[in-house]
């Protein structure tokens, strides 16, 4: 009976009877707009709907419904029993039924189909949107247009023309901009935004008594230069690069090499590489002709998706996930466009279809992972001059172990394994471990092992070392010593110098994978094969060969044709110095994105970047040289209700410091930070209790000693399951999606952390230190107006003087009945004060560290 019913169902499907139960009108003329479309729009949606896939089959185009999909046409005009379309809503074919789910179309919704099909199938005839002048395309995907800029009444104001937009919109609102900004509030904005760090107290002096008309130029061009710059602007391209140390999931493995692709993009801003440049190495720099190690390197943009590594997942979904992810991210970075909506169904909003985000997935799809040689300066001699010697002590160490003699049946008995599931449990267990535990485990299985790198043999060594108890059993193991090994091995590693490593995707020619439609984005269901390609929606790409490559793409994202590439970077550098874009959504330039506020504005300034060669750098001295830039925070209550998220630009943003700088601008001022600039991932000090939260107890968080502790933030291992809470309190993202913008949020978590972090609590300490020691013999008011100045950029108010002394007086009162307690605030005895004294001054640094100006950029 249950094969029967789809037959009997298709025959009801094609009975005249259910033709005659149609209204006259549908029987003589089914309408596709008013009686048809409406079925694949709402009752067959999530399977074939109006601009959505199902294996290829596209029912809102005629050509595409007469081409048909992986099993050919589906619809024969003037045939609707032999139109497969009609056997797949009646339900004939037991795999596929349409709709998947919910519920099924009615006797009277599948005449109406068959009596559309009889009548000839007749679609509306459309019109492309971008020619219709009554649907015009999208503000964003249209060509950036060149518009000067224009002019004002206030001739005096406009420093530069990116003032003349912002004047003439205010001036058609009747609103005044902003006075200029006090020159000691200006130095330190212009500060932060470009080298993240407040400025030194001689700094200020000097800019205050340059009366030069171009000394604020002349600040922002030494600011530019410094290579603090390269560190503050890495940060904000982390966050959209979603950058990480560790993989993520249960297992969460720290991922020792990550660092040396942020190492590149800190050293790529402060090099001022052009952005297209700086595009093209991150999305295909292993295509380039001849690339370089370092051009090599900027692909690691691609490697800080997540890596589930959990027993018995299947790699190859995974696989899948990382590369839908990699293809999203180059949509929403680069474009500004949720491309991600479309992996299971065309957007909703915007003229992207299913296949071609899968089009834009296949770019990737074959580029695998790989680890790659990157020694930075001054490696490379101690590293040739050591490896013989560390090689030798390696194998005797193997050898004594009987490593050599026992490795090649554990191998051998893992192929067994891999060709015969199910047949033993335990070499199961042990070969799944050897997949998601050693990259390319199956290459390096399969290749000889006198053929194999020496990269490859140490890894499939060492991975043999620590999960041979897995098939022997655990006594075994530790007979063989194995765990004494191990720790041997770790020693004889930390005791040699090793080169740093990079984290890339390369293009491997052995691989070849083919590309499908993912029917409803589950990875298992493939519809029609596609190839690399663009949306139909932008412009055009010119590729060199038969088929687009990775390089392709990189080139068209930064072409004077691409609208979107150009205009987005420049709104988010905006964001970065206004504290909202022009188009405040910055991650979504879409239908569902808000407008930008300065249509023009953006224009010329993404017109401007292209002509410049796409240099940063000039862009950024543009945007902070600016009138615009340089007017006071000071809210305007006379506007707040015309303006109340000041879109005008009628001041200045007053905002909170990222999280990285919160802490940096504590270290800074106490003269504790590091400056190094570049290099591996440091561990400070962190809770108690917050490393036990991570999945088993599994994260370890050594904590870095010497220099290395007091280093930026930018520079703090982020490990995704259990990431640094400061950063976390201070609002710092995920880093499992990219972040396009950061929230900001005022919350008492904060508050405490300032206060009783050991970080700031040090920071205190030291703070206190230097005010006694900068200004030994000083009166309390020369001390307190030097501790402004150090933290604030400025001396303190009469009244501010006041509450400081009288606060530092109870302070000094309750240690001195109190010396315990001053010992422990500050254990260290200095010359010239006493314990009392200089405990006092540390909780007098502690409440200016504290203050909502020290964090706040003005």
Request: hydrophobic fraction near 40%; include cysteine; charge should be neutral.
């Amino acid at each position: 009976m249950r094969r029967l019913l789809p037959l009997l169902l298709a025959a009801l499907a094609s009975d005249a009877a259910i033709t005659s139960k149609l209204p006259p009108a549908a029987r003589s003329l089914v309408d596709f707009e008013r009686d048809v479309e409406p079925l694949f729009r709402s009752r067959c949606h999530g399977c074939h709907g109006a601009k959505t896939q199902m294996s290829g089959l596209r029912l809102d185009d005629a050509a595409a419904a007469l081409r048909g999909g992986n099993s050919g046409a589906v619809i024969k005009p003037g045939n609707s029993a032999a139109s497969r379309l009609i056997h797949l809503v009646a339900g004939l074919e037991e795999k596929v039924v349409m709709p998947p789910a919910g519920t099924r179309l009615s006797p009277l919704e599948i005449g109406l189909l068959r009596a559309w099909i009889d009548q000839g199938a007749k679609w509306l005839a459309r019109k492309a949107e971008t020619a219709d002048p009554q649907r015009p395309a999208h503000w964003a995907f249209r060509p950036i247009g060149r518009p000067g800029p224009p002019r004002t009444r206030n001739e005096a104001w406009p420093r530069n023309p990116i003032d003349r937009f912002v004047l003439a919109r205010l001036e058609l609102e009747g609103i005044d901009p902003s006075p200029e900004a006090d020159k000691r509030a200006l130095i330190r904005r212009v500060y932060f935004d470009l080298i993240g760090l407040p400025p030194p107290p001689h700094e200020v002096d000097r800019f205050l008594a340059d009366n030069r008309p171009d000394a604020y130029e002349r600040v922002v061009d030494g600011l530019l230069a410094s290579s603090h710059y390269g560190e503050r602007w890495a940060r904000f391209w982390l966050d959209l690069a979603r950058y990480a140390d560790s993989d993520g999931y249960e297992k969460d493995y720290v991922r020792p090499h990550a660092w040396r692709w942020r190492h590149w993009v800190i050293d790529s801003f402060n090099a001022d590489k052009p952005f297209d440049q700086f595009t093209i190495e991150q999305i295909a720099g292993d295509l380039l002709p001849g690339a370089t190690i370092e051009q090599i390197i900027g692909t690691g943009f691609h490697r800080n998706t997540l890596t589930n590594r959990e027993g018995g997942i299947d790699i190859e979904q995974f696989r899948n996930e990382q590369v839908v992810d990699r293809a999203a991210t180059v949509g929403t970075v680069w474009l500004g466009i949720t491309a991600g909506c479309a992996q299971c169904h065309d957007h909703k909003y915007d003229p992207l279809t299913q296949k071609e985000f899968y089009q834009l997935f296949a770019f990737f799809n074959n580029a695998d992972e790989y680890n790659i040689d990157a020694p930075l300066a001054g490696e490379m001699g101690p590293y040739l001059q050591n490896l013989p010697e560390y090689r030798r002590n390696r194998d005797e160490l193997l050898k004594q172990y009987k490593v050599p003699d026992l490795q090649p049946n554990w191998e051998l008995r893992m192929k067994e394994a891999r060709a015969n599931p199910g047949k033993w449990t335990d070499w199961d267990h042990a070969y799944d471990a050897l997949q998601k535990y050693l990259d390319h485990a199956d290459r390096i299985l399969d290749t000889p092992p006198e053929k194999r790198s020496r990269k490859w043999a140490d890894a499939m060594t060492d991975h043999f070392v620590i999960n041979y108890h897995r098939v022997i059993g655990k006594e075994l193991w530790k007979e063989l010593k194995f765990v004494e090994l191990r720790a041997k091995l770790n020693e004889l590693r930390e005791r040699y110098p090793a080169l740093s490593e990079a984290p890339i995707i390369v293009e491997d020619p052995a691989v070849r994978r083919s590309t499908h439609v993912h029917i409803r984005g589950d990875w298992r269901r493939k519809g029609i094969a596609v190839h690399p390609g663009v949306p139909a929606f932008l412009h055009p790409m010119m590729a060199a060969g038969a088929e687009p490559t990775r390089l392709d793409l990189a080139r068209w994202l930064v072409s004077s044709g691409n609208p979107l590439t150009a205009r987005v970077t420049v709104n988010r550098f905006w964001q970065e110095f206004f504290g909202r874009g022009i188009v405040r959504t910055s991650e979504d330039f879409g239908a569902q994105g808000e407008k930008p506020s300065h249509p023009e504005l953006l224009d010329w300034l993404a017109g401007q970047f292209i002509d410049s060669g796409s240099r940063i750098k000039p862009m950024h001295r543009l945007m902070v040289t600016s009138a615009t830039y340089r007017q006071s925070s000071l809210a305007r209550p006379e506007i707040d209700g015309r303006d109340p998220n000041n879109t005008l630009l009628a001041r200045q943003a007053r905002l909170r410091l990222p999280a990285e700088l919160v802490r940096d601008a504590a270290l800074q001022v106490s003269e504790l930070l590091a400056p190094d600039v570049g290099g591996r991932s440091i561990r400070p000090p962190i809770p108690n209790g917050v490393v036990e939260l991570s999945y088993g107890g599994s994260v370890k968080w050594p904590v870095s000693n010497g220099r290395d502790r007091y280093r930026r933030g930018i520079y703090i291992l982020f490990q995704r399951t259990v990431p640094y809470p400061m950063l976390m309190n201070f609002d710092a993202p995920d880093a499992n999606l990219p972040a396009c913008r950061r929230e900001r949020s005022n919350t008492p978590l904060q508050a405490l952390n300032l206060l009783n972090d050991s970080v700031y609590v040090e920071a205190a300490q030291a703070l206190a230190s230097r005010i006694l020691r900068d200004k030994p013999g000083a009166d309390f008011g020369k001390r307190a107006a030097y501790l402004f100045e150090v933290c604030l950029s400025r001396r303190p108010s009469p009244r501010e003087r006041e509450w400081v002394q009288e606060y530092f007086e109870s302070r000094l009162k309750a240690f001195e009945r109190n010396p315990e307690q001053a010992s422990q605030l500050f254990p260290v005895t200095l010359e010239g004060a006493s314990n009392v004294e200089a405990a006092a001054w540390t909780a007098l640094s502690s409440s200016i560290l504290n203050l909502d100006e020290f964090i706040t950029r003005e």
